[in-house]
């Protein structure tokens, strides 16, 4: 049965008549979840925006989630978001005067191993978090997916709407590329199963769609037998040229035994800042980073390699020293700046969870996070380097600066996601810690340096795109999508014809129903 809190206060005739729907609708439908209207101002992770739904939805299941969207078709103005666990950054999971799903209630509706033409794929919940999927399939089949985020308290969908970035992604391709199957409740209020083969249009449509085409609600992961340990490995790098030819040499290696099982690399400040210098580097705090070995011409920053070789419990240590020194010989570093320390294969993927701990220890996690999230091709990125790691940021942003190169040819072209156009291109992800206290002023700084970053890119003509991109203009998502945007068109008409679902991306304006007389 529907539990229902009401609250109506509208502040404009607009607004009024988008609150006197959601109360009608609210009174009206027959949900077997919650739906409540006291809810205060939303807010995401990245912290920059507060928006006021009117009402918050937690859903019981898809059925749910359809009579839902089906509800604000019928309506002049509603819109409808769904929010997973709020990790979005400039309020793409968030709305205005509409109606904001929550998808967290619905982790447990689906856990099921399915076998299909000798493969394995584990059927998870749409709002259950990646960290939660990870300790169930190991702990009642023995499997993990193969694709992973850095980050695992993020839901299923969420990642799924983007694409899904880690350290295996050079080998498996994003966790877009890891799915078989999705159950989609459309823009239309359709429940439809969709894959590769069945619906496929739509299958592709959404993976990586910007929650544009329909919300998931279940998605069939490929897993594969989980490792029991993880060697976890970082040197250090003073020459760009360097690190990026060893990261490639790395991510290109693409036969068993031929590279490691993770590689992502970061940039670093060339001092002892505690958070953005050589105290960030070294993998266990009894370890110290000793700059007496650094060259005394190094430049202003610095550069990491990261690095996880997975083995088992049965796999004796010298085996696995040996693989390690035979991979790591091949590369360039600093062989007094190398840093190792064995650990779970569990606790390697929840590593940015105790980083998130810290934070939260320490009061910067709940402070605004103006990350900035890009791809760069490979031809651009010395260059990025020298204007923007040498330069801009040479003082570090309060936080890690990621840098680690992806191959094109292991992500799907059918689905959503926007990539440059070069086979080697990088990930950049500049992710912002703000100290606690911070002040407005202190953080449009910092968002008006990720804009001065962007606009070097443009001005130079450099073959970027932002991943989970935020624009404010019908041209730049034009310019985003480039060919692909009238496909892009297309499909919105197709599956959200009165363009209801995501208003936080700002792509589309909702089509007025102008039969509906509240």
């Given at each position: 049965?529907i539990?229902?809190l009401?609250?109506?206060?509208?502040?404009?005739?607009?607004?009024?008549?988008?609150?006197?729907?959601?109360?009608?609708?609210?009174?009206?439908?027959?949900?077997?979840?919650?739906i409540?209207?006291?809810?205060?101002?939303?807010?995401d992770?990245?912290?920059?925006?507060?928006?006021?739904?009117l009402?918050?939805?937690?859903?019981?299941?898809?059925?749910?989630?359809?009579?839902?969207?089906?509800a604000?078709?019928?309506?002049s103005?509603?819109?409808?978001?769904a929010?997973?666990?709020?990790?979005?950054?400039?309020?793409q999971?968030?709305?205005?005067?509409?109606?904001?799903?929550?998808?967290?209630?619905?982790?447990?509706?689906?856990f099921?191993?399915?076998?299909?033409?000798g493969?394995?794929y584990?059927?998870?919940?749409?709002?259950?978090?990646?960290?939660?999927?990870?300790k169930?399939?190991?702990e009642?089949y023995?499997?993990?997916?193969?694709?992973?985020?850095?980050?695992l308290s993020?839901?299923v969908?969420?990642?799924?709407?983007?694409?899904?970035?880690?350290?295996?992604?050079?080998?498996?391709?994003?966790?877009?590329?890891?799915?078989?199957?999705?159950?989609?409740?459309?823009?239309?209020?359709?429940?439809?199963?969709?894959?590769e083969?069945?619906?496929c249009e739509?299958?592709?449509?959404?993976?990586?769609?910007?929650?544009?085409?329909?919300?998931i609600t279940r998605?069939?992961?490929?897993?594969q037998?989980a490792?029991?340990?993880?060697?976890?490995i970082?040197?250090v790098?003073?020459?760009?040229?360097?690190?990026?030819?060893?990261?490639?040499f790395l991510v290109?290696r693409?036969?068993?035994?031929e590279s490691?099982?993770y590689?992502?690399?970061?940039?670093?400040?060339n001092?002892?800042?505690?958070?953005?210098?050589?105290?960030?580097v070294?993998?266990?705090?009894?370890?110290?980073?000793?700059?007496?070995?650094?060259?005394?011409?190094?430049d202003?920053v610095?550069?990491?390699?990261?690095?996880?070789?997975?083995?088992?419990?049965?796999?004796?240590p010298?085996?696995?020293?040996?693989?390690v020194?035979?991979?790591?010989?091949?590369?360039?570093?600093?062989?007094?700046?190398?840093?190792?320390?064995d650990l779970?294969?569990?606790d390697?993927?929840?590593?940015?969870?105790?980083?998130?701990e810290?934070?939260?220890a320490?009061?910067?996690w709940?402070?605004?996070?103006?990350?900035?999230?890009?791809f760069?091709?490979k031809?651009d990125?010395a260059e990025?380097?020298?204007a923007i790691?040498?330069?801009i940021?040479?003082?570090?942003v309060?936080?890690?600066?990621?840098?680690?190169?992806?191959?094109?040819?292991?992500?799907?072209n059918?689905?959503?996601?926007m990539t440059?156009k070069?086979?080697?291109f990088?990930?950049?992800?500049?992710?912002?810690?703000?100290?606690?206290?911070?002040?407005?002023?202190?953080?449009?700084?910092?968002?008006s340096?990720?804009?001065?970053?962007?606009?070097?890119?443009?001005?130079?003509?450099?073959?970027y795109?932002?991943?989970?991109?935020h624009?404010?203009?019908?041209e730049?998502?034009?310019?985003?999508?480039?060919?692909?945007?009238?496909?892009?068109?297309?499909r919105?008409?197709?599956?959200?014809?009165?363009?209801?679902l995501?208003?936080g991306?700002?792509?589309?304006?909702?089509?007025?129903?102008?039969?509906?007389?509240?």
């Amino acid at each position: 049965m529907i539990a229902c809190l009401e609250r109506f206060v509208p502040e404009n005739d607009i607004e009024s008549k988008a609150a006197v729907e959601a109360s009608i609708m609210c009174k009206t439908l027959d949900l077997q979840g919650s739906i409540d209207r006291t809810a205060s101002a939303d807010n995401d992770f990245g912290g920059l925006y507060s928006r006021r739904p009117l009402a918050v939805i937690r859903p019981s299941g898809a059925d749910d989630v359809a009579r839902v969207i089906k509800a604000a078709s019928l309506s002049s103005t509603l819109t409808v978001a769904a929010r997973g666990n709020g990790h979005s950054i400039n309020g793409q999971a968030m709305v205005d005067r509409g109606l904001l799903i929550n998808m967290r209630p619905t982790e447990n509706n689906h856990f099921k191993e399915v076998k299909i033409n000798g493969s394995t794929y584990v059927d998870v919940s749409g709002g259950a978090l990646w960290e939660d999927v990870l300790k169930r399939c190991i702990e009642e089949y023995g499997l993990a997916p193969r694709s992973w985020t850095d980050y695992l308290s993020l839901t299923v969908g969420g990642t799924l709407s983007n694409a899904g970035v880690s350290g295996q992604a050079f080998r498996y391709g994003p966790q877009t590329a890891n799915v078989a199957e999705l159950e989609v409740v459309t823009g239309r209020g359709e429940v439809v199963v969709c894959s590769e083969k069945k619906n496929c249009e739509l299958f592709f449509s959404v993976l990586g769609g910007l929650g544009q085409f329909g919300i998931i609600t279940r998605a069939r992961v490929l897993v594969q037998s989980a490792p029991d340990m993880v060697r976890w490995i970082r040197v250090v790098y003073t020459e760009f040229d360097e690190f990026t030819r060893d990261a490639e040499f790395l991510v290109t290696r693409q036969g068993d035994g031929e590279s490691f099982d993770y590689v992502e690399g970061f940039v670093f400040v060339n001092s002892d800042d505690p958070v953005n210098g050589w105290p960030s580097v070294p993998l266990d705090p009894d370890h110290g980073f000793d700059p007496a070995h650094l060259p005394r011409n190094a430049d202003s920053v610095l550069y990491c390699l990261e690095l996880g070789l997975h083995y088992n419990n049965s796999d004796h240590p010298s085996t696995v020293d040996t693989v390690v020194k035979r991979l790591l010989g091949w590369l360039r570093f600093i062989k007094k700046l190398k840093f190792q320390v064995d650990l779970s294969y569990v606790d390697f993927l929840l590593r940015v969870k105790r980083a998130e701990e810290h934070a939260k220890a320490n009061g910067i996690w709940d402070s605004p996070h103006p990350w900035l999230n890009m791809f760069v091709a490979k031809s651009d990125i010395a260059e990025f380097d020298e204007a923007i790691f040498k330069k801009i940021l040479k003082d570090g942003v309060g936080g890690p600066m990621l840098i680690y190169p992806l191959l094109r040819s292991k992500w799907d072209n059918r689905t959503s996601v926007m990539t440059p156009k070069e086979d080697v291109f990088y990930l950049v992800a500049l992710l912002r810690f703000s100290p606690t206290g911070s002040n407005g002023a202190e953080v449009e700084k910092m968002v008006s340096q990720n804009r001065q970053i962007v606009d070097y890119c443009v001005q130079n003509g450099f073959d970027y795109k932002l991943y989970l991109p935020h624009y404010q203009t019908e041209e730049q998502w034009k310019e985003h999508f480039g060919g692909k945007w009238e496909r892009f068109v297309e499909r919105k008409a197709c599956y959200d014809p009165m363009a209801i679902l995501a208003p936080g991306q700002k792509i589309f304006e909702r089509i007025r129903n102008i039969s509906c007389n509240p």
